[in-house]
């Protein structure tokens, strides 16, 4: 760099002199044809120097501002450098930061869906419990109906065995008073037997029908709510 300014110092002086030879000196006298170049003045040094002073101060100035300018640069560089290394360090931050939240959200989903699983074997749980809520009340209004069917039927029991009883008694008092009147003993006979026999298939077909509506009522509920 500084023979490269040397270089071009010496150039320079000699091309300043050489145009003030040309423009401010004399021109010399020649006895050939050929003309040289004007002879310069003695104040023309003087000039030249000035300009060339002018000129290298311009020069350094010049590299001066172009040191500076490329300090600036350099130091605009290394920020440039620091900042994009800081802005690389915050880019693979957030990176790890977003493998993070990813592998997070991934675990959550997994999560909720085990969640959703549970609530839906929970809810079908409370479904199966709701139903067997409903069927245990189903059977217990069936057993309360039940019960009051066989109280019933007992009633009816307890009345066929009083009108049992009572036909008993008719056949024991008729069967003195056939004793006692022999002449009318094959009449009274056979009507005694009649009405017993109409009164115990009377009885018969009432425990048959009342019986039969037992069963039927019992099956028909359990066909019409478990079937």
């Known amino acids: 760099m500084l023979m490269l300014l040397l270089l071009l110092l010496q150039f320079c002086i000699k091309f300043v002199r050489f145009l003030f030879s040309l423009f401010v000196g004399n021109i010399c ?3 050939h044809l050929i003309p040289k170049p004007p002879c310069p003045n003695p104040g023309t040094d003087s000039l030249a120097w000035t300009l060339v002073l002018l000129m290298i101060g311009l020069m350094v100035m010049t590299v ?3 040191v500076m300018k490329r300090r600036h640069w350099k130091h605009a560089l290394l920020t ?3 900042q994009n290394a800081m802005l690389r360090q915050q880019n693979e931050n957030l990176g790890r930061r977003r493998s993070k939240l990813h592998e ?7 999560g909720m869906e085990v969640t959703r699983q549970e609530f839906v074997a929970m809810q079908a749980e409370t479904m199966l419990q709701e139903r067997a ?10 057993n309360e109906r039940l019960h009051l069917e066989n109280v019933t039927l007992l009633r009816k029991k307890e009345t066929l065995l009083q009108e049992i009883e009572t036909l008993r008694l008719a056949t024991a008092a008729a069967t003195a008073v056939t004793n006692a009147t022999p002449a009318n003993t094959d009449t009274n ?7 017993a026999t109409a009164t115990s298939t009377a009885i018969n077909a009432t425990n048959s029908t009342a019986m039969a509506k037992k069963k039927k009522s019992k099956f028909s509920w359990f066909k019409k709510h478990f079937h």
Do not use: D, Y
């Not at 997070?104 to 997994?110: V, W």
């Not at 006979?189 to 009405?195: L, V």
């Open 189 to 195: 006979a056979k009507e005694i037997t009649a009405t």
């Open 104 to 110: 997070e959200n991934t675990t959550l989903r997994a």
């Open 133 to 142: 809520m409903w069927q245990h009340e189903m059977l217990r209004q069936g």
């Open 29 to 31: 006298k020649a006895s």
């Open 80 to 82: 440039f450098e620091v």
């Open 64 to 66: 001066f501002i172009q």
